[in-house]
């Protein structure tokens, strides 16, 4: 993540975060077993944070990518 960020020129401006274990995305139910071959992952999803709390949450059906897009969110804000 941190070379993702270097990368993308973010520069403190956001916060880059993994969830290795699925622990963030099972504790907001964001979870999903996609088989043997994927095995336990997280939905894909895009959320925006404000003084730690979720104020909009952009979940994506399986296999789509767009309400998590960041066109979309930005649209949003």
Do not use: P, Y
């Amino acid at each position: 993540m941190q070379a993702w960020g270097e990368v993308s020129g973010v520069d403190n401006k956001i916060d880059m975060l993994s969830d290795s274990d699925c622990s963030v995305a099972v504790s907001l139910g964001l979870d999903m077993d996609f088989g043997k071959v994927m095995g336990h992952r997280s939905k894909r999803f895009a959320m925006v944070v404000d003084g730690n709390i979720i104020t909009q949450l952009f979940v994506e059906e399986v296999g789509a990518f767009e309400v998590s897009s960041a066109e979309n969110v930005l649209s949003n804000l």
